[in-house]
């Protein structure tokens, strides 16, 4: 019989999987790792499908993460395997031209492979390398890579932008300049605030370019920027980033991720569609980017403006660049909505809203409005999803909604210590398949 305390999926002792990660590379590889990377998995207060339309994101990174143990080689191949049972296939090799957008685009590869997210990020590094010398990948770098994660695959927490993080600070310390001159941990120290900028959104590229999925950014920064105990507050017109304390909410709650158990997949069609549906509304605005549909600090009448204006210049179209109409509509509404909240967010944890009393609850109340709008509008969220939000409201939870790109993934609850094992006792009737871990707002990616 099951446990309630086997529902918690633990962080790990970070030293721990480190040396059993560097044993394992020694028995696969023959050799030994040079060294070990890390980066987080991360949760979001708010601000969903919204940071590829320049708007607010409030992430955080997780104790949770990837873990990628490497050593290099001098003949440009990629060798790789991980740990995780749901994807191990053994050491799959990539060959020098394998490597980057155009092998992706012939099909060279296996299509949807996770090793495209490691060698697109190689590709990437190179790539900002031809621009910053100390970041110059040798031409015939390549490296073995053993890998492990303590997070769900596909749980909507990151997993993706967390390996791409690791792997790339092991291509950093392993193949360039930088590296070779900030050996092992000497590459945290090193590595500028402007640095960190440029490699998240190197990944960005890998993703994007190699990969094929539409990601904005959001999981990159929070992964390679995040702060200890801080949600950092990123604008996503600039990508800057401010950090916020949340000490004030977490001395009396607590912040969890539940797995659904229901594993997305970035890179197919649905995370497309929607963002899509709500590029075509933005097209129709006439701007370039949505975020600027609204005032610096957006209220619900602007949105209501906006909706006006949309609705004016849709009257006579029976589609939107071949999309439903009423579709795109509802996109709109959930991005313009979810913009409100993040900055209602932003100036409530910067302390500039002056008198906020009862602080967690007006942030529960932003999830969980947040999540109607995930389920109703955004239509990314699916039954077991709203099953956990309302089993977490109905425990007595401040909020909760669902994370990340949806169709699948993890639902947010923040919630009081005390009212944490009728929670987890209720989760555990809706699905065996579901796992909790603790929020705990971590450190960005780092060397080991
Ligand atoms: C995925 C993408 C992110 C973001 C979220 C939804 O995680 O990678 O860029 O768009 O979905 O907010």
């Given amino acids: 019989m099951r446990t309630t305390d086997a529902v918690w999926l633990a962080p790990g002792e970070p030293q721990e999987i480190q040396s059993d990660l560097v044993s394992r590379f020694q028995q696969e590889y023959g050799r030994a790792a040079s060294g070990t990377w890390f980066a987080p998995g991360r949760a979001n207060l708010n601000g ?153 959104a190197a990944c960005v590229r890998a993703e994007v370019e190699v990969v094929g999925a539409g990601t904005g950014g959001l999981d990159q920064t929070a992964a390679m920027r995040a702060r200890p105990g801080k949600v950092l507050s990123l604008d996503c017109r600039d990508f800057s980033v ?38 075509a509304a933005t097209r129709l605005l006439g701007l370039d980017r949505l975020r600027d549909a609204l005032p610096e600090q957006p209220r619900k009448a602007d949105v209501s403006h906006v909706l006006e204006e949309f609705d004016r210049l849709a009257e006579q179209l029976e589609t ?69 939000v309302e089993t977490a409201l109905a425990q007595g939870a401040e909020g909760a909604r669902l994370i990340g790109g949806g169709f699948g993934g993890s639902v947010l609850v923040l919630i009081t210590p005390a009212a944490i094992p009728k929670l987890t006792a209720a989760l555990e009737r809706i699905s065996r398949r579901i796992r909790l871990l603790d929020v705990a707002p971590s450190a960005a990616a780092q060397a080991l």
């Fill in 48 to 200: 969903e499908h919204i940071d590829f339309h320049a708007g607010r994101c409030l992430p955080m990174a997780l104790a949770h993460g990837t873990y990628v143990a490497a050593a290099p080689r001098t003949d440009g191949q990629l060798r790789l395997r991980t740990l995780d049972a749901s994807l191990d296939d053994g050491i799959t090799t990539v060959t020098p031209d394998q490597i980057g957008p155009a092998a992706a685009a012939s099909g060279q590869d296996v299509s949807g492979h996770w090793s495209h997210y490691v060698s697109g990020v190689l590709w990437a590094l190179r790539e900002l390398g031809r621009s910053q010398p100390a970041f110059a990948v040798d031409a015939d770098f390549g490296a073995d890579l053993l890998v492990v994660s303590t997070l769900p695959i596909g749980g909507g927490l990151s997993s993706s932008a967390a390996l791409e993080c690791a792997s790339i600070l092991a291509f950093l310390a392993l193949g360039t300049p930088f590296g070779q001159d900030n050996p092992l941990q000497d590459l945290n120290a090193a590595l500028t605030r402007e640095n960190r900028k440029d490699l998240a």
């Fill in 242 to 279: 401010t950090p916020l304390d949340i000490g004030c909410i977490l001395r009396g709650y607590r912040l969890i991720a539940v797995d659904t158990g229901e594993a997305h997949r970035l890179a197919d069609g649905q995370f497309g569609d929607r963002r899509a549906d709500a590029e």
């Fill in 320 to 388: 939107l660049d071949g999309r439903s109409v009423e579709a795109c509509r509802r996109r709109l509404h959930h991005a313009l909505t979810e913009m409100v909240r993040s900055e209602k967010l932003h100036h409530l944890l910067s302390g500039e809203a002056y008198g906020v009393r009862h602080i967690a609850s007006t942030v529960g109340d932003i999830l969980t409005a947040g999540h109607m709008s995930m389920r109703d509008d955004a239509e990314v969220s699916f039954d077991i999803a709203d099953l956990v």
